[in-house]
DNA sequence: GTCTATAGCTGGATAGAC
DNA sequence: GTCTATCCAGCTATAGAC
């Protein structure tokens, strides 16, 4: 159990990983990062020149670890059911381990500008390729193995049921009296109900 | 068509709400609220003390405004699934109108401090009452008019895939190609697609 | 590389004339 | 009520010693 034996630099990613990933780039504070890295601001500038240099070093890394992991499995040779299991799966195991992640990602991509967003594209080696799942669906459709659904909207669904209720728990644990651990368990059962769901939806 | 006929105060509301809900609490100036009010700073504190003040009167105003709206839905005495179809009407013609809203939602509500919290429930009239909805769904359970499935996640699912759509737009039109007139077709057709796959998904 | 001290600016808030 | 001018705190960023 290593303490402190992370580099500056290492120490620096963690504490502002952490800040901006929970307060977005407009709350964050550079001397929280610091405080949280247990340094001085004068360092922070010092490894990256600025705060906008240091936010897209952590947001860039952020989404550069997300989107590949349900790139590849997209377009692996999988049934249909199965495929979106494994996505549904990736999601939650993803966001259990950092659940402030979801609401960061979609702030700030609506927040940050398109030299944001042209940046990111460049950087991720592979955006997943929807095409591929869509065809998928519509050849499952097609074969009469599902019921008609339009490909989009399936995928969207698949999503929203997965990862929305880590960005709306406040609302059943802050205005409804949901407690924090009575939602985790909901979390914890949520992949069992959203393969039943789609299972059944989907039957012919 | 009146043009400027609105109010100083109107028109700080109207500026203020514009700003706010599209940058959050963090991002908002109060430079950028005046000039989209055409007055100066000096008025803003005028009429609302701080940045604080003005922003609870514009975020309670908004959630008041939702919160309501499906609260009197959910005692109403319907069938489930024309009360799950009502609330993800109410919540699409909403938000169709205010895209912006949903996010700014979720994202204050887990920025702002407890006071924000207590200082919302205690000024909103009632809160929806859920278990009155669940107690609803337990029994077309035990009734064995749907297949069996525990409450809170149905209710979860049916929000999920009604409001994530809103806040997943950048998603697929910054990084995906969609543009978003094709985006805006698929939140057009979506509440068929909820709908049915509800009513396929709960079908014994 | 790391610190202290401080410059420089942005943005919220106020004073005071009209 | 509305404006201009200005204050002042907080924050990003830099200078310079060690």
Redesign the pocket.
């Known amino acids: 159990m290593k303490l402190t034996t992370l580099s500056?630099e290492e120490r620096i990613i963690k504490a502002a990983s952490k800040i901006f990933i929970s307060k977005g780039y407009a709350g964050?504070?550079?001397?929280e990062i610091a405080d949280e890295a247990g340094?001085?601001?004068?360092?922070l500038?010092?490894y990256y020149?600025?705060?906008?240099k240091l936010f897209r070093v952590i947001a860039l890394a952020s989404f550069k670890e997300i989107i590949p992991r349900i790139g590849h499995l997209i377009e692996k040779d999988l049934p249909l059911l199965e495929k979106l299991a494994a996505i549904v799966d990736t999601y939650l195991t993803t966001f259990k381990s950092n659940p402030n992640l979801p609401l960061f990602i979609l702030n700030e991509l609506t927040q940050q500008g398109d030299e944001f967003i042209d940046e990111l594209k460049a950087q991720v080696a592979e955006l997943p390729r929807f095409e591929y799942l869509f065809a998928q669906i519509q050849k499952e459709v097609e074969d009469g193995n599902i019921r008609p659904v339009l490909p989009f909207h399936l995928l969207l669904t698949t999503m929203s049921m997965t990862i929305f209720p880590f960005v709306c728990r406040p609302v059943f644990t802050g205005l409804i009296g949901v407690t924090n651990s009575q939602y985790d368990e909901i979390i914890g059962s949520r992949k069992e109900h959203i393969v039943a769901f789609l299972t059944h939806a989907l039957k012919t």
């Not at 964050?28 to 001397?31: E, I």
Request: no cysteine; charged share 30%; net charge positive.
């Open positions: 500056t964050a504070r550079m001397q340094i001085n601001k004068a360092m500038h010092y020149r600025s705060k906008d």
